[in-house]
């Protein structure tokens, strides 16, 4: 085993040993013993994705470290975008090293820290300490807030709490065939909108739903429908038989209705069975070009109607961009937005920042001030890039 490895043994095994709220002072107490690092400081990606949240290790100061950081335009945003490690003189004559966080392609933050050496061994095992952060937090993240409260930057309503709660843990995931990347930003009265994925052995489900109303009869409605659906799925239900158990959930308990799309996407072969139960189209970029979806679309759930639910297919290639949208992004103030553009003009970005330029775009139209809740969802296929290529030439031939 090689030195660096007995060295993120040793970082884990003390990360272990810690209470979990400390995840932090420990990466922090393993770089300044290894390297001498200072002003070691965790920085959060807040729930909007919009500023930076600083968590200081204990002992090292840093001016004002519960004072969000706007992060567009910040080098923190490049970091983040780019992926990659950034360092520069700091005042004091020293080494100023930003590394990013980051779990399967979701942003947790950036680790900083200011170093006296920083050649490129130094740096790379500081890479990897950031790289053992983001499992360590994930991780405590199941026992204790900390790492939930230092993403909030407003204030939390009842309604939005549980909003919130709905969510998938990573609102970001990347694997051999497919990366996507959510966001939701919520209205100043929250409007019930949610989305989700998981991933399974041979099929990824995807949904985004909006429940009507607002507040927390919405959010309580939402906690319906997302229940609903969870449980089908997890009972190996496919997209049909998931709208079915939603649509008699929100009937047996006459809470009101809901619209949304549900999506399995076969990870073998790219084909979607998706269900459009009066939700707003998607938006498909393929070859360049966005175009709507344009789904037959069946009732809400909860509508009492004699029409079934209908699956319908759609068959991703290689390079495609589906965006799946709520009505908060396309209403009101937020019409003012082009959409398909944005998305053609953010075509190379990764699906996150994509998702952060589709929201920001949003957010600005409404000057911050949202009347329903927006939320986007973006998957980008790739394939299965697992397999080799066909008639690959062997240079040792």
């Keep these: 085993m090689e030195g660096g490895d007995l060295e993120l043994g040793e970082l884990l095994a003390a990360a272990e040993a810690a209470p979990p709220g400390e995840s932090v002072d420990v990466v922090a107490h393993n770089l300044q013993k290894r390297f001498g690092a200072e002003r070691v400081s965790f920085l959060f990606v807040d729930l909007v994705g919009q500023r930076l949240v600083r968590l200081a290790a204990a002992g090292d100061e840093v001016a004002d470290p519960g004072e969000p950081i706007d992060l567009r335009g910040s080098v923190y945003d490049g970091v983040l975008q780019s992926q990659l490690q950034h360092v520069e003189p700091d005042d004091q004559g020293g080494r100023r090293v930003i590394t990013p966080v980051t779990n399967r392609g979701d942003c947790l933050g950036v680790l900083e820290m200011t170093l006296q050496s920083a050649d490129d061994t130094v740096l790379r095992q500081v890479r990897d300490a950031a790289h053992a952060l983001a499992y360590i937090i994930v991780t405590d993240g199941r026992f204790t807030d900390l790492y939930h409260l230092g993403r909030r930057t407003t204030e939390t309503s009842l309604a939005a709490e549980i909003q919130h709660q709905l969510l998938p843990s990573a609102p970001c995931c990347e694997a051999a065939q497919f990366t996507l990347a959510a966001g939701l930003v919520p209205a100043d009265d929250i409007g019930g909108d949610t989305y989700d994925y998981t991933l399974d052995r041979d099929t990824l489900h995807l949904s985004i739903t909006d429940a009507m109303g607002h507040d927390t009869n919405s959010a309580l409605l939402a906690t319906l429908l997302v229940g609903a659906l969870r449980r089908s799925r997890r009972s190996g239900c496919d997209a049909l038989k998931q709208a079915n158990h939603a649509h008699q959930a929100l009937l047996s308990h006459s809470r009101g209705l809901a619209t949304g799309q549900l999506l399995c996407v076969d990870l073998e072969t790219g084909l979607c069975e998706l269900v459009n139960a009066g939700h707003p189209w998607p938006l498909l970029m393929r070859d ?29 290639r290689t390079g495609d961009r589906l965006v799946l949208l709520t009505d908060g992004m396309l209403e009101r103030g937020a019409a003012a937005v082009d959409l398909a553009s944005v998305v053609q003009d953010t075509r190379a970005l990764h699906p996150r920042e994509a998702v952060r330029s589709l929201t920001g775009a949003v957010l600005d139209a409404c000057r911050g001030r949202l009347r329903d809740d927006a939320t986007v969802l973006i998957l980008d296929w790739h394939g299965d890039r697992r397999r080799p290529a066909e008639k690959r030439p062997d240079p040792h031939a």
Excluded: I, K, W
């Excluded at 679309?297 to 068959?315: C, H, K, M």
């Design 288 to 316: 360049g070009t966005v175009e709507e979806v344009r789904l037959a679309v069946n009732l809400p759930f909860g509508v009492a109607a004699p029409t079934s639910y209908r699956v319908q297919e759609l068959r991703f």
